[in-house]
């Protein structure tokens, strides 16, 4: 370790910033710190923003302050929970980021199967905590994903066809509204503001801590991958479509298309060849699973088969290096209906004709508990949807597939056009139309969210982020 000269001590001495917040305990940066560079960075490494003051909150007191202290300076506001939306919202220009990275403490009452979760926590926090007591609530598919952004957006995830989305696991939430006021949301306490957290984004506060339902999945389930070459993802996909229509509510399964990844557990000679993935995780007894998954596995000879009894939380992880912070991401998104055989060739017609080799396709099968749950008893919308689809054009700093992919997914996307049924407002990009934001809720869901904004956010001060705009805003 080498010994800081007393020029660097002095310059880190500086670094306390010329801006304070009355009553803030957390850490204040500005551009003169030396973390300045790393602490506005978000997962999407397209996104560059330099914002003015990054609030980082230690707890709720300070987020209390910091929007406070936003109001009373005019600054615009953006929310950070894990930093991993897309479109980058979780950081503005010239503006302040109140982050509350640092607030990732998870509790777990097992008698009640409930969690507390702090509004900075990420996926892998939850599981890490809720597995210790086999308990599990509905969470996203890679470990470093936000809960709070995922959460406030809906939550697709293995365990929604059984569980629920993490929304309908949403037991209650502190909120700090844009007066700087806390308060506690439930069924009984401002159902309507309870009602719009759960789909409606961070438009309506920021969420400090969250109360989910737990149930009981895990350690183990039985869970993994089947890889099929490219050239039989039409008949696969055919065969899949039939396969998810009759399974059970415990089979959660995701099917991508791109290259296989360079993971440990694929082999070298499958490395990087382009194949149709069908990620399982079964959410009951594992010979129920093995029961379940059989049609499946025995379709069309698959290259590889890694579906075995799994720890769940190695599972949640499996794919996060596959995602890495830093890259640089483009993503276009639809709902689509079940998949009719113009749907599959469509799909197969465009989904390995990108140039990058980490690019890929994601489609999450919805149904089972999350269509049960009638439209507009939460604020998620589109929820008799077959499935989510993301065209998601990834590529390293300094690899020049940029132009090419984003053009791929923008092109998919618009022969992707007959088909669409709404989205997920969670998987929008940075450059959609603001008419996305109410496609992502259908017109009843999106009206009464307007309602709710103009209750608790009537001057759109929380508007850096998929926007509903309150009426009469001026913002
Ligand atoms: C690799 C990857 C995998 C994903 N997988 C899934 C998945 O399996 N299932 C799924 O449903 N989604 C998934 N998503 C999408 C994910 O739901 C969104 O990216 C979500 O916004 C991430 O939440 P975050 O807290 O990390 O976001 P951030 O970027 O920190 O925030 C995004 C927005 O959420 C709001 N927000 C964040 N924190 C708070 C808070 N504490 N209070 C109020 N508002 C807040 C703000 O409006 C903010 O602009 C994935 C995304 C990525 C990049």
Not at 358 to 374: I, N
Request: with cysteine; aromatic share 8%.
């Amino acid at each position: 370790m080498t010994t800081p000269t007393t020029a660097e001590l002095g310059h880190r001495r500086k670094q306390p910033n010329l801006v304070e917040i009355g009553g803030f305990r957390g850490r204040l940066i500005s551009a003169d710190h030396a973390d300045y560079d790393i602490e506005r960075a978000v997962w999407n490494g397209a996104v560059d923003r330099r914002p003015r003051l990054i609030a980082q909150c230690i707890g709720t007191a300070d987020v209390v302050a910091a929007v406070r202290f936003a109001r009373d300076h005019d600054l615009e506001i953006a929310i950070r929970g894990g930093g991993h939306n897309v479109a980058g919202t979780a950081v503005c220009d010239d503006g302040i980021v109140i982050d509350l990275s640092a607030m990732r403490a998870v509790q777990v009452d097992p008698a009640h199967r409930r969690a507390w979760v702090q509004g900075g926590a990420l996926w892998g926090d939850v599981d890490h905590e809720t597995q210790v007591h086999g308990l599990v609530t509905t969470g996203g598919i890679v470990s470093h994903t936000g809960v709070a952004g995922l959460t406030l957006g809906g939550g697709v995830g293995w365990l929604m066809r059984k569980h629920g989305l993490t929304v309908d696991n949403l037991l209650a939430a502190n909120v700090v509204t844009a007066n700087g006021e806390l308060l506690r949301a439930s069924e009984d306490e401002h159902p309507d503001l309870f009602w719009a957290l759960r789909g409606g984004g961070g438009n309506f506060g920021v969420v400090t801590s969250f109360e989910f339902r737990l149930h009981c999945v895990g350690p183990t389930v039985l869970a993994g991958p089947i890889l099929w070459d490219a050239s039989d993802a039409r008949e696969v996909l055919r065969f899949y479509r039939d396969f998810v229509r009759d399974s059970p509510d415990e089979l959660g399964t995701v099917a991508r298309f791109g290259t296989a990844p360079p993971l440990p557990v694929i082999p070298a000679d499958l490395h990087w060849r382009p194949v149709m993935m069908v990620g399982t995780c079964y959410a009951g007894p594992i010979e129920d699973g093995e029961r379940a998954l059989g049609p499946l596995r025995a379709c069309r000879s698959p290259l590889l088969d890694l579906v075995g009894p799994t720890p769940y939380v190695g599972f949640q992880s499996a794919i996060d290096s596959t995602v890495v912070h830093g890259w640089n991401y483009y993503w276009k998104s639809t709902h689509l209906p079940e998949l009719s055989d113009d749907l599959i060739e469509v799909i197969a017609a465009h989904a390995f004709t990108c140039e990058s080799p980490r690019s890929y396709v994601a489609m999450f099968h919805l149904k089972g508990a999350v269509s049960r749950v009638a439209e507009g008893e939460t604020a998620f919308g589109n929820r008799q949807a077959s499935h989510a689809i993301t065209l998601d054009a990834v590529w390293r700093p300094g690899e020049d597939f940029g132009a090419r992919d984003t053009a791929w997914a923008r092109g998919f996307f618009a022969a992707l056009g007959r088909f669409r049924q709404g989205v997920y407002v969670n998987f929008l990009g940075g450059d959609e139309d603001p008419s996305r934001v109410r496609e992502a809720y259908g017109d009843c869901v999106y009206d009464r969210l307007v309602d709710v904004k103009t209750r608790y956010d009537p001057d759109n001060v929380f508007h850096h982020n998929q926007n509903i705009r309150p009426r009469l805003s001026h913002a």
